[in-house]
């Protein structure tokens, strides 16, 4: 191979390679329910919404799945059912919406470190921090890899407090071969650009509780029933038909796009196993991840570069990496605490996520792997260089 672009050889790839791209069905398996809505003038939480929310709880086993127009509103929407107050267990390692909606709904979030290798909430950890102000424990399924649910569930059944989940990245996730969707008293997704579901956008609540489901479809149309008597103050959350019927059918294709994108995942491990200083995030056995991003965590000594030296010489190379969480949500500026979270702050500088999506050609799987060993075998020259 050339040099690293970065040091004067030419890019890898001539053309950029996005870090995800969605995984669309084609026009004609969609214009039938497309042209339906344009005549009837039925845009929003309609027919097709309601045919995606019994597709996606017969799909996940589920009581109810409530279709929102964000996993936000959903997460949102739950602790107003719940009618939680005080404080708020949350990992600091996450997207910030998780933090966003603790804090929009009046509540202050303590932030907890996660397991090393498995990148989730640490139990033990989450249970230090209960006190008489906690009200519940908000976790999310990381990058679609399934928390410790059941040591979770314990602490809050122990401690008397709510359990719920940012289940964002998990449609398709499977905890000791249930689907995620069904634990905790209410799980919240996204079903964005980023997602093996997509929507477009959008998202689902999703819950065996009768009362929770309720309030929450409630709570997507302000908070009234139909009455326009409000039961509580509510959200505009409700999903268009349009998002329905892109979901509805991304969703019939998720188990041949998900088993698409296990398979890529499986050609990064093996090419990139022996590369000094890189390690894969760690799953349970009996879980199933979406593997909704595929991180890599750097041992800069061994590898030889920094996960920033690394992340702008892929950028030469053409080759868009995100720096998911860093900064975690204790050190951004919106929810800044003085705390230490060793594993947190030790794992989020480090760990870089590459080009992963469903119909990703292999070749190119191959090529960012030859990428990144190329950029190891030069990185005294890359350090010199920068």
């Known amino acids: 191979m050339d040099k690293p672009a970065i040091i004067g050889g030419r890019p890898r790839f001539t053309e950029v390679l996005p870090i995800t791209k969605p995984t669309l069905p084609d026009y004609e398996s969609i214009r039938g329910n497309v042209e339906d809505i344009m005549k009837t003038g039925m845009v929003t939480n309609s027919k097709n919404v309601r045919s995606f929310e019994k597709a996606a709880s017969s799909y996940m086993g589920v009581k109810h799945a409530v279709a929102m127009n964000s996993c936000t509103a959903g997460m949102m929407l739950v602790m107003k059912s719940l009618k939680l107050r005080g404080e708020v267990i949350t990992p600091s390692f996450t997207f910030c919406a998780t933090t966003n909606a603790i804090e929009w709904c009046g509540?202050?979030?303590?932030?907890?470190?996660?397991?090393?290798?498995?990148?989730?909430?640490?139990?033990?950890?989450?249970?230090e921090l209960v006190t008489k102000k906690t009200s519940a424990i908000l976790a999310t399924h990381v990058f679609g890899n399934p928390c410790d649910i059941g040591a979770l569930q314990d602490i809050a059944d122990d401690r008397k407090i709510r359990l719920f989940f940012d289940a964002a990245h998990c449609f398709g996730s499977e905890y000791k071969g249930k689907k995620i969707?069904?634990?905790?008293?209410?799980?919240?997704?996204?079903?964005?650009?980023?997602?093996?579901v997509v929507a477009v956008e959008g998202g689902f609540l999703t819950t065996n509780d009768d009362e929770i489901a309720r309030l929450g479809i409630m709570g997507r149309d302000y908070g009234h029933d139909g009455s326009y008597d409000c039961e509580f103050a509510g959200l505009n959350a409700r999903m268009e038909e349009f998002n329905a019927i892109i979901g509805n059918e991304t969703l019939k294709r998720l188990e041949k796009n998900l088993q698409m994108r296990t398979d890529l995942v499986g050609i990064y491990r093996q090419g990139l196993s022996k590369v000094p200083g890189i390690s894969f995030q760690k799953i349970r056995d009996r879980s199933r991840t979406t593997y909704k991003d595929f991180p890599l965590i750097l041992d800069e000594k061994e590898f030889g570069l920094s996960r920033d030296q690394l992340y702008?010489?892929?950028?030469?190379?053409?080759?868009?990496?995100?720096?998911?969480?860093?900064?975690?949500?204790?050190?951004?500026r919106a929810f800044r605490q003085d705390i230490r979270l060793p594993v947190t702050d030790s794992i989020a500088p480090r760990i870089i996520s590459i080009p992963l999506f469903s119909h990703m050609p292999k070749d190119d799987v191959k090529k960012v792997i030859e990428t990144i060993k190329n950029i190891h075998e030069n990185a005294e020259d890359i350090r010199k260089a920068l």
Do not use: W
């Open 181 to 196: 969707g069904n634990f905790g008293d209410a799980e919240s997704f996204s079903l964005s650009p980023t997602k093996l």
């Open 107 to 127: 509540m202050k979030p303590v932030f907890a470190d996660i397991e090393e290798g498995y990148l989730c909430a640490d139990p033990n950890h989450v249970n």
């Open 312 to 332: 702008e010489s892929l950028r030469m190379e053409n080759i868009i990496s995100k720096k998911y969480f860093d900064p975690p949500s204790h050190k951004q």
